[in-house]
C-alpha cells in the first residue's frame, strides 16, 4: 500500500474514492461493467463506471454511520477494453430494431437481435466468471453498470455462494419483462431473467412505478416469491402520516438472512439522476434509500453484494460537463459499500 492520508485530498493515481488499495489488498471489489446494449431510450450509461470512478475521488472518507470502514480496502478492477468494445458493436445492432426501420428485410432484423443476444450471453458469463473468482478470493463484490442487464451473470455466482439469499431490487421499473423486443437479455428484462432461470427464493422490490399489466399478472402469479412495494402505496401511507421507518421495517421483513442489493438508480426522484435511460418522477428520496439500507443491517442482516447501475453521465460520458448523476451515484456506491463491509 502507498501512503495514505484520508483527511487529504485525492492523490490523481488514487483508486475509487481516492483509495490506495489494490484488489488484492481491498476486501471490497467493484467490477466495472460498461455496457447499454439495449437502452432504449436516454443513452450513456456505458460511461456510468468511469464517470463514477471520476467523481468518487471528491468523497470525503470518513462516514458518520461507518467511521474508517474504508480501511478494510475497496478497489475497482480495469474498466475492460474488451467489454466496451462487445457494448458498441451489440448496440449497433440494436439500433436497427430500436429505430424500428419496416423497409428492412426479416432476415436482416432477426440476425441482428441474434448478433444482440450472443454478445449479451457473452457478456453475462463475463460478469458470472469475474464474481465467482472474486468470491472464490473471498472478496465482497459489487457490480457498477452499465445498464440493469448487468448484473444477471454476477447474480447467477452470488446464489452459488448464497443460495437462500434474497434480492432487494431498488427501481422505478419492475423489470420483469419477458424479454423486450426480441433482445431476452435486456435491462426491463432483468428480474424476469432471475425469476424464470435461477432458483432465487425471494425477491423484494421498492419504488415501483412504471410496469405493464404483464409485470403486473407476473407479480400476482408469484406471490410466493415477489413482494412488491409499489411507489404510490409507499407514497400513500407517507401521506397518511405512516413513518418511512416503519414502512422499511415492513419491507425489510420480507427479506431472509443474507440481502443481495441490485440498485438502478432511478428508484431514487429523478432530480439524483436526470441523465438515467429511463426518469420516471416520483421515488425514493436519497436518504430514504439510505435508511432502509441502514435498517437492513440493524435489524441483524447481512448485505452479501450488491450491484448499482444506469447512472448515467449523459451521451458525452465523462466529458458531458455535468458531474451530478456520478456524484450521486458515487456517494450511494460509498454507502453500499459501508453497509456490505459492515
Ligand atoms: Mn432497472
Given at each position: 500500500?502507498?501512503?495514505?492520508?484520508?483527511?487529504?485530498?485525492?492523490?490523481?493515481?488514487?483508486?475509487?474514492f481516492g483509495l490506495p488499495f489494490s484488489s488484492e489488498e481491498a476486501a471490497l471489489v467493484l467490477l466495472p461493467v460498461p455496457w447499454e446494449a439495449t437502452t432504449s431510450y436516454g443513452g450513456g450509461t456505458s460511461h456510468g463506471p468511469?464517470?463514477?470512478?471520476?467523481?468518487?475521488k471528491q468523497i470525503d472518507l470518513f462516514d458518520i454511520d461507518n467511521g474508517n470502514f474504508f480501511m478494510a480496502g475497496i478497489a475497482?478492477?480495469?474498466?475492460?477494453?474488451?467489454?466496451?468494445?462487445?457494448?458498441?458493436?451489440?448496440?449497433?445492432?440494436?439500433?436497427?430494431?430500436?429505430?424500428?426501420?419496416?423497409?428492412?428485410?426479416?432476415?436482416?432484423?432477426q440476425q441482428a437481435i441474434n448478433k444482440v443476444n450472443v454478445l449479451s450471453e457473452k457478456l453475462n458469463a463475463f460478469a458470472y466468471t469475474e464474481t465467482t473468482r472474486l468470491l472464490a478470493q473471498g472478496k465482497y463484490v459489487g457490480i457498477v453498470g452499465g445498464d440493469h442487464s448487468v448484473p444477471f451473470g454476477a447474480i447467477q455466482a452470488f446464489l452459488e455462494k448464497y443460495p437462500d439469499m434474497g434480492i432487494l431490487h431498488i427501481d422505478a421499473h419492475a423489470d420483469l419483462r419477458d424479454s423486450f423486443e426480441g433482445f431476452h437479455y435486456s435491462h426491463a428484462s432483468i428480474m424476469h431473467n432471475v425469476m424464470t432461470k435461477t432458483s432465487l427464493k425471494k425477491l423484494v422490490q421498492v419504488g415501483i412505478r412504471d410496469f405493464c399489466e404483464e409485470e403486473f399478472n407476473f407479480i400476482r402469479n408469484n406471490a410466493a416469491r415477489i413482494k412488491t412495494f409499489f411507489d404510490a402505496a409507499l407514497s400513500e401511507q407517507k401521506m397518511q402520516g405512516k413513518s418511512w421507518g416503519l414502512l422499511c421495517d415492513e419491507i425489510i421483513a420480507e427479506l431472509p438472512h443474507e440481502v443481495y442489493v441490485s440498485f438502478d438508480i432511478d428508484g431514487l426522484d429523478p432530480r439524483f439522476c436526470p441523465h438515467t435511460g429511463t426518469p420516471v418522477p416520483g421515488g425514493l428520496d436519497f436518504?430514504?434509500?439510505?435508511?432502509?439500507?441502514?435498517?437492513?443491517?440493524?435489524?441483524?442482516?447481512?448485505?452479501?453484494?450488491?450491484?448499482?447501475?444506469?447512472?448515467?453521465?449523459?451521451?458525452q460520458g465523462v466529458d458531458s460537463g455535468d458531474e451530478w448523476d456520478a456524484n450521486v451515484g458515487a456517494r450511494l456506491l460509498y454507502k453500499l459499500c459501508g453497509w456490505t463491509l459492515k
Open positions: 500500500m502507498k501512503q495514505f492520508d484520508p483527511n487529504a485530498a485525492a492523490t490523481l493515481d488514487s483508486g475509487i468511469a464517470a463514477i470512478l471520476h467523481a468518487s475497482m478492477e480495469e474498466i475492460s477494453d474488451e467489454i466496451q468494445h462487445w457494448n458498441r458493436q451489440a448496440r449497433q445492432a440494436a439500433k436497427i430494431i430500436i429505430d424500428g426501420d419496416e423497409s428492412l428485410p426479416d432476415s436482416v432484423l436518504h430514504e434509500a439510505l435508511f432502509l439500507l441502514k435498517k437492513i443491517v440493524t435489524s441483524g442482516r447481512k448485505i452479501i453484494g450488491f450491484d448499482l447501475n444506469e447512472v448515467s453521465p449523459g451521451e
